[in-house]
């Protein structure tokens, strides 16, 4: 039984990273400060009583080195952040203070108390940029193009940092457009979620330019699988979790126009400063050093969420 300690675990992610932590038999602290988390979302890990403890408070706190203290983590999967293009737009300070203030806060308790390995979620649809071949190598150039691309990214010259001079072990997961259950749809970052619940509701949603932007779709499911691997695999890499193919917003709105029975025609609005035209990555090096493949269908990781939102 290893110790974890999950930030952001009340989130999307989060919370399903702390789920599959517990169904395998670990003890799970999950720090969160509900900004964007919901704790309904921990319904599940619960229930699995005294292994799972759960902190309402923010990544940044003083409070947070006693909490490493006193349940000494051997691994932290850090996924607190401030999550959005959009709110990174409008408030760049705020997104800096959280992403790069709040994550140096966790890796300094981390390296403080022994902890042995770091798991960090990096953005793969922001921090390469608009990349010049597709699908996008994690070698390519990093031209983030909005300052959550950039608070994200610049994390990996810390991680590098911590593992050459203070002797942490870590593993940086550039994550594609993860969907599935849980996804907040009042946020930002979520389009299926966005798309399919106003569907449900039979309210047209809004396509942001003209639809033939390109998203790489990875399920949840399978984002947590690599996560879990990253735990033992992955050393000092940053390594892609995507699926390698680009799905327009035009096809998406599409196939989920098909499964939630919706027959409207979609509005339109200008594309937002800070989004990229294209984007999808390449997996073949999360099957090199994690054994990940991308396993979920869209059409079928589709089906799921919308099962999930209408609550079947
Ligand atoms: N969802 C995606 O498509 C995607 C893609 C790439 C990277 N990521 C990264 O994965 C991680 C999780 O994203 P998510 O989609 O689950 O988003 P989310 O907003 O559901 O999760 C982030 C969690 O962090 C919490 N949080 C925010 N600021 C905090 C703070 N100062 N202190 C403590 N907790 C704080 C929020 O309350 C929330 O529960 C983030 O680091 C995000 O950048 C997500």
Known sequence: ????????GAGFIGS????????????????????TGHIANLMEARSYGKAFTFFNMDV????LLPLFERYRPEVVVHLAAQAGVRPSLADPVHDASVNVMGFLNVMECAVRTGVRKVVYAASGGTMYGEPKRLPVKETAPGRPISPYGISKRVALDYLAYYERFRGIDWTALALANVYGPRQDPSGEAGVVGIFATKMLAGEAPTIFGDGNQTRDFVFIDDTVHAIALAVEHGSGRLVNVGTGIETSVNRLYEMLAALTGFAGQPSYGPLPPGELRRISLDPSLAAEVLGWKPWTHLEDGLGETVAYLKGV
């Open 60 to 63: 940044r706190a003083e409070g």
């Open 16 to 35: 399903h990273v702390c789920d599959r932590l517990l169904a395998e038999g670990h003890r799970v602290v999950a720090v969160d400060d509900l900004s």
């Open 1 to 8: 039984m290893t110790t974890f300690l999950v930030t952001g």
